[in-house]
């Protein structure tokens, strides 16, 4: 245990919380102390557990007090570190697992509550049970939460439709850094009393405060669902295909997913019970998704129809369209398995990047052989959500290379490198996973003064002692 930390707090908190709300045993909490990438360990004074909002306010208190700083952590499946304290080993890990309660589900309403802890597929399939759907998934959704979900306002492969966590978002439970509890759970649509802590809360990364609970949006049930998995030439086809499907399936196309030949590969090689969709490797994949309800017709035949359609323009080489559940949930696995592959072939430098979705086709061919060019040996593989204009443009070590060698020694440029090409398109560094540990630097070096110094200042107000989540998202 950290020598600086006051004598008495850790006493104080495990009375508090009793034995199965509070370890400091460093074999519990080892697992929570890395990231999901395993880039980044840190240490920690104890791993504390409330079970609900008062216990957590108690934390708070406390830990203001001695100024002792905290970090919340969810199912840390964090992309960028966010969840992983710094090495000093001052933190508390506040970790929501404890608060696991739907508290209420109402079909009339369209809407549920799930305290922070709720794991996302736990939330699906409450929702399913009551003829309801939770339009927001990500390949993480067997572990995480909720209180992640909406504190790095999440993307995944719905946003095309339904947008990222923020608009899925009615109201917010949490616990501001003075111990405060803010009571914003509501099933209101509309409420314009000002401005919106919800939304200041989502995307804070926990730095300014602990979500304990959300009310969440629902939608009805798809009746049915089209999972087809097509293989093309160019990514600029693969735009031209989406807008042209648009037109023929409206707003049902849910999910529009790029994958090339390469991220395919991984995933055969190294997912058990993966198989090759297509006869033919294509240098480009996409899995496109499109759902109906039961009074529509089927959207197996409108996506059948469209890609033929488009095989015969030449878009499209050749596709494939699920005949069952059972194949389309194999579809979807080649496509979520891409950063579990990935992460067993090795480690990368990984950039989530947002740009207008008419600049991505020419930005995944001239923007991987800039980089390409630029550090020899060095492999781009992007995909990811090309229909919201989001890739996941990872770079990976050269053949033969230590990977992690490789990254301390030449990561810092090669990010700088893809977030300027990033930049000079009018992007954005982070479009899904926020900022974290790992973006910081980044994000200080290509964001505008007046940006850093409005959030600066909204932090300052809100946590004038600093306590939360210290050097994530902020300097
Ligand atoms: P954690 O990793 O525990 O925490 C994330 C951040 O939120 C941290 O800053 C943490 O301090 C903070 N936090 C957590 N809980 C709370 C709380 N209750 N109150 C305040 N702050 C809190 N993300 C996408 O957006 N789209 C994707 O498609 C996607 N796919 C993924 C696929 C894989 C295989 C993996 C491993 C991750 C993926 N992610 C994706 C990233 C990740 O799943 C999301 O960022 C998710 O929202 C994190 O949830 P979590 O519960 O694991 O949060
Ligand atoms: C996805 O879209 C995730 O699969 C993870 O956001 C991206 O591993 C990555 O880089
Ligand atoms: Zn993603």
Known sequence: MNA???????????????PRGFTADPADMRPWLTDWRGRITG???????????AETQAIVRLAARAGVPIVPQGGNTSMVAGATPDASGRALILSTRRMRAIRSLSPEDNVAVAEAGVILSDLHDAAEAQGRRFPLSLAAKGSATIGGLVSTNAGGTQVLRFGTMRALLLGIEAVLPSGELFDGITALRKDNRGYDLRQL???AEGTLG??????LRLVPAAAARAVAWAGLDDPRDALALLRRMEGQLGDAIESFEIVPAEALRLVLAHVPGTRAPLEDSHPWNLLIEATAPASAPDPREAITAALAGAIEAGFVRDATVAANEAQADAL?????????????????AKHDVALPVSAMPRFLIEGAREVEQRFPGVRVLAFGHLGDGNVHFNVRAPLGADDRAWLAAEGATISAFVHDLVGSEGGSLSAEHGIGQTKLAEFVRTASPARIGALKAIKAALDPAGIMNPGKLLP
């Open 43 to 53: 240490a920690a004074a104890a791993l504390l557990s409330p079970v609900d909002a």
């Open 4 to 18: 600086t930390l006051p004598a008495d707090l850790i006493e104080t908190l495990a009375r508090l919380l009793g």
């Open 332 to 348: 979807w696995k080649l496509r979520e398995s891409v950063s579990e592959a990935e992460r067993v072939d090795g480690i990368a």
């Open 201 to 203: 809360l989502a995307g």
């Open 210 to 215: 602990i979500v304990t609970a959300a009310s």
